[in-house]
Every structure is written in C-alpha cells, then in structure tokens.
C-alpha cells in the first residue's frame, strides 16, 4: 500500500466537547485494544489546542509505533511530524499536501463511490467513503450511504478505503459482508463504557472476517 501501513481499524480522537474521556486516555485505551491507525480530529479547537494534543497522541504512537494522522491540518500535521493528513473536499487539494509530505500518508474523504472513483487519480494513500450509517459525530451533514453503496465499492475501487459514519459492533458484520475491509470509528469507542473492550472487539470482528 505505498507510505500506507495495511491497517483495518482506524480510529478518531475527536477533540468535540463533552467526550467521556481526556484524549490521550483514550488514545492509549485504543492502542491498547488494537487500533492500526490513530486520527487526531478537531472541528472546533484552536490551532493551540490542537497541536497540544497532537503532541501528547505523537509521542504515544510513536510509544506503540502506529501512524497518527492530523485531520483537516496540513501545518499541524507538518508542526508535530505526524505521519499523515487527512483532507476534505474543502480543505487543501491532495496534490498540494503530497508536495508538502512527499512521504507522509495522506486520507481524502468521498461521499458516493463516484466521487470516490475519481479520487483514485489523486495522489492520495487511502480514501474514506462515508457516512455510511447515521452518524452521531456528524449529525445531518448527508444521507447515509448504506450498504449498496460499500457493494459497488468493494466491487470497483482499487485504492485501499475505509467506510465511516456510524459504524459500531452491531453493524460491523453485515457492513463486512458486504465487501468492506476497514473502518473508522469515533464513537464507537470514544463513547463505550470500556474504550479498550470496544476497540478490541470491532479488531476481533475485523480480522475474523479478513484475516491481515
Ligand atoms: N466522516 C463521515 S462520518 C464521520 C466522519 C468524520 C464521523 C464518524 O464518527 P462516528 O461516531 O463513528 O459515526
Ligand atoms: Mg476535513
């Protein structure tokens, strides 16, 4: 997978108010519990905030040795020597980020599998497709894709991507037998009673039905 490590479950430290847990509890509770993949999100923080748990989630990945990637920022991501970006439709262009990180992982969200197609010419390590259910941590934003949509794409995207919005313990099955591999989650884990539990049961799930 290039600068992509194989990962199946990719979790999302999202620093929105009111989560159960300090960000770097949780974040070790996930490492902890499985999780290949940590993102460190933030829709509302400053730039200080931000980069002062980046730095705590930077020095514990590096600890457990898994990639973090920077959500939406490509000068905290530069700031912390994170391994990655993740960007957005409307945040800056791909192509821009990989001059920037030539061999830094870089995510690019999508919402439909066509918009997801067209993303594979990007110079982008990994694409998310989603929200695939309804979405507590993105309340009202877009109609959940559902489970037609991870059908066409297992059936037709090459690049490696991952299905997020609402995806939990109970949904996890059918969402793997329909053909998707990996997943992102934020609450899932940051909302269950025990983090570690949570995260390690969706890896089991995971890795029952594909193997790394
Ligand atoms: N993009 C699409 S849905 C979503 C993002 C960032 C939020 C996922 O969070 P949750 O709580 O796992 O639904
Ligand atoms: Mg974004």
Redesign the pocket.
């Known amino acids: 997978m290039g600068r992509c490590p194989e990962f199946s479950l990719y979790v999302?430290v999202?620093l929105r108010p009111g989560m159960p847990r300090p960000p770097d509890e949780l974040g070790r509770m996930v490492l902890d519990g499985g999780a290949d993949i940590l993102q460190l999100?933030a829709k509302t923080a400053s730039g200080r905030e931000f980069f002062f748990w980046g730095e705590r989630l930077r020095r514990l990945t590096q600890e457990y040795g898994r990639p973090l990637i920077i959500n939406d920022r490509l000068d905290v991501a530069l700031a912390l020597e994170a391994d990655g970006v993740h960007l957005g439709q409307d945040d800056l262009p791909v192509a821009c980020a990989r001059k920037v990180l030539p061999e830094g992982i870089i995510g690019f969200?999508t919402h439909s599998v066509a918009e997801a197609l067209a993303a594979e010419a990007l110079a982008a390590d990994y694409l998310?497709l989603?929200?695939i259910?309804p979405?507590?941590?993105?309340p009202g934003t877009q109609a959940p894709l559902g489970l037609a949509t991870i059908r066409q794409a297992a059936a037709s995207l090459r690049l490696p991507w991952l299905a997020?919005?609402?995806?939990n313990e109970g949904n996890l099955p059918e969402l793997l037998s329909a053909g998707a591999r990996r997943i992102?989650?934020?609450?899932?884990v940051?909302c269950a009673e025990n983090p570690y539990l949570a995260t390690r049961r969706l890896k089991e799930l995971l890795e029952t039905c594909h193997p790394q």
């Open positions: 999302i999202d999100r969200s998310a989603g929200p259910f979405s507590p941590s993105k997020i919005g609402g995806i992102a989650v934020i609450s899932a940051a």
